[in-house]
Structures are given as structure tokens and as C-alpha cells.
């Protein structure tokens, strides 16, 4: 599969039931993974389980992203020749002032997250797959929030990067926690 990468409150994150077994799909047949791969923009966002929470989506492809918590900032390695070149391009990209950015929604999240395939169910994130390994996962330290998605992707000149900004909204939120970037891929 491989499909887009999500970001799931880890409090939600064994209600995401991937790309589904028979029972777990909507009136129309869908299961997570369909309404996942149904957003069109760089980043959407969409409910899980009973609809009380809600997961960010980033679209279009399962690039190597990492979350910079002290920017609120997603990164999604597009072409590049580095990681500091990559993270010169997602700088350029935040102090452009003609930076096109993308409404992807509002997020709401109780606090920290993961980062992972939505293709994955949530329940199976610990589980040894049958051949070896485990279902890819990073963590995304952010306080309880709410927040506004916005969106940008730069590829008419090399590198390319796509970034996903987080803008509180709603009140205070609190402050982001300081970390490097553990990348997901």
C-alpha cells in the first residue's frame, strides 16, 4: 500500500483502522485508509472512529517527513541532495512572503501525536510483521490545541520540499516542545 501519512492523537491512534479488515468500513464501503487517500490538497484533515477526534492527513505521497516542534513545522523531503539543504528550502519556503499556502482545515489534537503510514492500522503499530520489522512510526511532541492547517510545496526549482505548518488557534495552547527531527518515512 503506502499511501499518505497521517498524524494521529495518540490517544486515537488504536481507533485508525488502516486499510481495513471486512467490518470496518463506512456507509459507503470506505475504510480509513480510502479517506485518507480521498484528500486532494497537501494536507486535510478528516475524522477517526466515532468522529470525536480528528487526523491531520499530509496528501499526495508517503515522503520522508519529520516534525520540527519548535516551528510547529512538518517537512516533507521531496528531492533534495541533503538534509541541510532541505531544511533551507522549508526556511525559504516560511520567509517568503509570496509562499502560496494552502487552507488544510482545522486540527484538533489532545496533545502528542504519531506520525505514520495511513495504510497502517493504529492497533498494529507494535506488532512484528510476519517477514520481520514493524510498522513505521515517529513521535510529534505538540501540546493540546487547536490548529489551523497550512500547506505550501516548492518544486519549480531544485530542492523541492513540502511544508505543513500548525497555527494555533482558539485560545492558548501552551508552548512546543524543544526536540530534533526524527524523521518518517
Not at 521531496?78 to 512572503?97: G, I, K, Q, R, T
Not at 500547506?151 to 520540499?161: K, L, N, Q
Amino acid at each position: 500500500m503506502g499511501g499518505p501519512l497521517i498524524v494521529v492523537p495518540e490517544s486515537s491512534v488504536n481507533a485508525w483502522t488502516g486499510c481495513a479488515a471486512a467490518g470496518s468500513v463506512d456507509a459507503e464501503g470506505r475504510d480509513d485508509y480510502d479517506r485518507a487517500c480521498e484528500v486532494e490538497d497537501w494536507a486535510g484533515v478528516i475524522t477517526v472512529g466515532a468522529g470525536a477526534a480528528t487526523v491531520l492527513v499530509l496528501a499526495d505521497e508517503p515522503a520522508t517527513t519529520c516534525f520540527l516542534p519548535e516551528k510547529l513545522l512538518f517537512v516533507r523531503w521531496l528531492a533534495a541532495d541533503s538534509e541541510n539543504e532541505l531544511f533551507a528550502a522549508a526556511e525559504a519556503v516560511l520567509l517568503d512572503p509570496d509562499t502560496a499556502w494552502e487552507d488544510g482545515g482545522l486540527w484538533a489534537t489532545d496533545g502528542p501525536a504519531v506520525l505514520m503510514d495511513s495504510a497502517e492500522a493504529g492497533a498494529d503499530l507494535g506488532a512484528e510483521y510476519p517477514d520481520g520489522g514493524r510498522p513505521g512510526q515517529a513521535p510529534v511532541e505538540l501540546p493540546a490545541g487547536r490548529w489551523r492547517v497550512r500547506a505550501a510545496h516548492r518544486t519549480e526549482e531544485f530542492p523541492w520540499v513540502g511544508v505543513v505548518r500548525l497555527v494555533p488557534q482558539g485560545g492558548p495552547v501552551g508552548s512546543a516542545a524543544a526536540g530534533s527531527c526524527g524523521g518518517f518515512n
